[in-house]
């Protein structure tokens, strides 16, 4: 095990796969000499060159229809979107062509692309902020992962550049600058497997990319007040690993499931649902952004979204420890 | 024939402040084929022998006989018809290497069958039957066979050339020597998928012809009343990518222009862009009110590609009536043929369907 940076595992994983296949090649908005907007392409570029390390415009509407067609005609792009609030630009091609390609070809044609965006509030405002996750869940042929360690980063990335694909791939600013072990030794994690990151028997708590460190966080304020959380990391929205959640809460009779996104058919609403159905009379309750847009100030910002103490205190709830 | 002036065609009045739906396009025979616009020079057709021309002619005809067959259908769906801009279709993929990826619109039937995916099964496709080539899921607006070359129609206006863009990326990075071909309407000019896509295209010197098939309208928008720009080919100029209009009516001056685009991108020299005049002449879809003038609709006549390649083809000696009578015939055996296809072919098996999302 190395202790890395959330960048670097990136860096390493994508170099590994561009080392083990000549088909990989990397597209978007200052990746080349610039390293990445996260510092998470560093050295790629003078390592792999400009044919496969090439710098995008502004323009992600065709760096998605790059990717797609490139894909499909065979290559294993991976496409770079610098805030996932401009994944919007490049919807078209991937949910209108990628993602629907194998089914319309009648699996003559796939897309095994990756896209890459970075998702979450960090101080950068309404259109920079968000976390969009349920609506890609939401698209059949669409693969979604969204780690939140290092380790997993790097092992979900791999994979998913391996894939049949289309996959997106979404971290989150605030992960960036943590560090975490990464395997020494080349390692895959399947897609549609959750990781449970801390065991307990009264509630399950369930989480994913940045809100999944926070969980973990609130967990232990809830340990300390005499309630032991099991904290499952989704890792990956879709497939969803509804076996490792349904054990879970088998267990605990008690889901809390977290998101910085909106609840509105939000990633918890869909998990709710299909945890009823297979865990008949389990309790659950959501937690989620506020019905607002993301602000530049940093007190609105921290308002909007969730925190450490508001998953405590929706826990608590949700175990009627204190008044609904 | 259609005119290649573009803004000199000012809309005239019709009496009760009516404008003319086709804004005074004039219809006389061009004396300039096709022009490159960095040279200003005149680029013709090589010496065409008669069985090619015979094939383009007979290709054009089994288009224009297959939508009348699948029109025939007892249920026709919702399609976009080919009449009137079969000699693009036809030009187009004569001029292409089998090896070449051809990326179209949703106005694909006459594509797919120039490309050579069999009218049967095609057919099929667009009743939504299993012996279709997509297993009947695409239906016309997503028909793709790669294995004849036709990588695929796309149904969104637009949608196709930025993915065209990253096919030709492939073959650039992969040194196939290809041309990835993209077609589409003039209405996906107003898009923006096709000036990002121009842009890239430039900068990395893509092997990437992008043709646009200029039918005069989307749906019911004109070019003139969508595009600002004079000519569809200012679209391409101020990205460096040379840009030639083709009378989209005349199937050798597309198969030459198309041959000599391909070329220019096979040596390396980077994309290229067409646009293709006809006339589209019924309305946009089969589900689609007809509102230009009658007295228009009546003069479609003039641009119609068969009409016209039947007469060159008589007036140069190559065609005569029994012989045009032999082809007619051979190409009713194949929808005749293709008829029987579809009608014996299943339906597709939902569960089967689930395997390939």
Known sequence: MSKLFFREAIARAIAEEMVRDPRVILLGQDIAAHGGSYAETRGLFERFGPSRVRNT????????????????????????????????????????????????????????????????????????????????????????????????????????????????YIDHKRLFPLGGEVPDSEQLIPLGSAAVRREGRHITIVAHSYMSVVALEASKQLAVAGIEADVIDLRSLWPIDWETLANSVRRTGNALFVEEGQTVCGVGAELAFGLQERVPGLRVARLGARRVPISASPVLESDAIPNAQRIVQSARRLLGQVAA | ????????????????????????????????????????????????????????????????????????????????????????????????????????????IGMALARGVPAGGLLAELAGKDGGPNKGRAGRAHVSMPSVGLFGAHGVVGGNISVAAGVALAQQQLGTHAVTCCVFGDGACGAGSLHETLNVAALWQLPLLLICDNNGFAVSTSVRQGIAAP???????????????????????????????????????????????????????????????????????????????????????????????????????????????????????????????
């Open chain 1, 57 to 168: 415009p502004v323009a992600e509407a065709v760096t998605v229809g790059l990717a797609a067609g490139a894909a499909a005609a065979g290559l294993r792009p991976l496409a770079f979107i610098t805030y996932i609030d401009f994944l919007m630009l490049g919807l078209d091609p991937l949910v209108n062509y990628a993602a629907k390609l194998r089914f319309k070809s009648a699996g003559q044609l796939t897309a095994p692309m990756v896209v890459k965006a970075t998702a979450g509030a960090k101080g950068q405002g309404p259109t920079h902020a968000q976390a969009l996750d349920s609506w890609l869940m939401n698209v059949p042929g669409l693969t979604v992962v969204a780690p939140s360690t290092a380790g997993d980063a790097y092992g979900l990335l791999k994979t998913a550049i391996r894939s049949p694909g289309p996959v997106v």
């Open chain 2, 1 to 108: 024939m259609i005119s290649l002036k573009h803004r000199s065609e000012t809309a005239f009045r019709l009496p009760g402040g009516l404008q003319s739906t086709l804004e005074n396009r004039t219809f006389f025979k061009p004396s300039l084929i096709y022009v490159n616009r960095l040279t200003n020079t005149p680029l013709q057709a090589g010496g065409i022998v008669a069985t090619d021309r015979l094939r383009r002619l007979r290709a054009m005809l089994l288009l224009r006989s297959f939508e009348s067959a699948l029109l025939r259908q007892p249920k026709p769906g919702f399609q976009l018809l080919s009449r009137g801009e079969e000699a693009i279709a036809v030009g187009i993929c004569t001029a292409l290497e089998r090896t070449d990826p051809l990326l179209c619109s949703g106005r694909s």
């Open chain 2, 231 to 357: 000519s569809l080919t200012d679209l391409a100029t101020p990205f460096g990518v040379p840009a030639a209009a083709v009378d989209g009516t005349d199937v050798d001056a597309v198969v030459s222009a198309t041959v000599d685009a391909a070329a220019a991108i096979r040596a390396g020299y980077g994309p290229r862009f067409l646009e293709m005049r006809c006339v589209r002449m019924g309305s946009h879809s089969t589900l689609t009110r007809e509102e230009r003038l009658a007295a228009d609709v009546e003069r479609f006549i003039e641009s119609d590609p068969l009409l016209i390649y039947e007469r060159r083809l008589r007036d140069d000696g190559v065609l005569d009536d029994e012989r045009w009578v032999r082809i007619q015939a051979e190409v009713n055996e194949d929808i005749a043929e293709a008829e029987k296809f579809v009608e014996a072919a299943s339906w597709p098996d939902p569960e089967a369907a689930m395997l390939d999302v």
